[in-house]
């Protein structure tokens, strides 16, 4: 009997849990519509919190919940692509990158020194990830509709010393990916502990 209780009440917890990481997942996506242009970037690119709720999937669920989420936000966000699927295909890439050891990190020491040390650990891996995602992914996408001199031209405009795309990579893109991340965990930090008992089903 005691058996079944059990597996009766793991049952609940994973469809709970499938049941809320969709409903962040949707979540996300439309936090992806919701974008701004930030000074000193190119105008193409845009700052968004779509990350927030996945890091918040990844403390309350466990890192893969976190993933998941990244997928759920992408797979939606094809419906309406405008990069065929390259720019969804990187974002989930750099939002994998950020959960995932957040989420690990966090399962291991589960306080707010936990979630910190996790959180920074992301932000640094989806800032270091997205030098091989832009450079190998994104941009030769861009690069089929615009020469590659024209959109480092517009990195110029901002910072004349940009003479490859590695230089606006590392200069711009990196340290906008990491400040991105940042956002979300700060966010993050603000909300969690109101909103974690609702997710895990305690209220």
């Known amino acids: 009997m005691n058996n079944q209780t059990s597996t009766m009440t793991k049952r609940r917890i994973n469809t709970r849990s499938m049941?809320?990481?969709?409903?962040?997942?949707?979540?996300?996506?439309?936090?992806?519509?919701?974008?701004?242009?930030?000074p000193l970037m190119p105008s193409f690119i845009q700052m968004d919190v779509s990350e927030l709720p996945a890091l918040i999937a990844a403390f309350s669920m466990g890192p893969l919940s976190g993933v998941a989420v990244c997928l759920i936000k992408n797979l939606v966000h094809l419906l309406v692509t405008t990069t065929g699927?390259?720019?969804?295909?990187?974002?989930?890439?750099?939002?994998?990158?950020?959960?995932?050891?957040?989420?690990?990190?966090?399962?291991?020491?589960?306080d707010r020194i936990g979630a910190l040390i996790g959180s920074l650990a992301g932000a640094l891996a989806m800032a270091l990830?997205?030098?091989?995602?832009?450079?190998?992914?994104?941009?030769?996408?861009y690069a089929m509709l615009m020469p590659m001199?024209?959109?480092?031209?517009?990195?110029?405009?901002?910072?004349?010393?940009?003479?490859t795309l590695t230089d606006a990579?590392?200069?711009?893109?990196?340290?906008?990916?990491?400040?991105?991340?940042?956002?979300s965990v700060a966010v993050t930090f603000l909300i969690y502990k109101r909103i974690s008992p609702i997710i895990k089903g305690k209220k």
Not at 129 to 141: G, K, Q, V
Not at 169 to 183: E, R
């Open 19 to 38: 049941a809320v990481t969709a409903v962040l997942g949707a979540v996300s996506a439309a936090l992806m519509f919701v974008a701004f242009r930030v």
């Open 85 to 110: 699927g390259v720019g969804e295909l990187s974002n989930f890439l750099l939002g994998a990158a950020f959960v995932l050891p957040a989420g690990l990190i966090y399962r291991t020491r589960k």
């Open 129 to 141: 990830a997205s030098l091989p995602s832009n450079y190998f992914i994104t941009y030769p996408f």
């Open 149 to 163: 001199e024209a959109i480092l031209d517009m990195y110029r405009a901002i910072n004349p010393n940009v003479k």
């Open 169 to 183: 990579l590392v200069w711009f893109n990196m340290p906008f990916t990491f400040i991105k991340a940042m956002l």
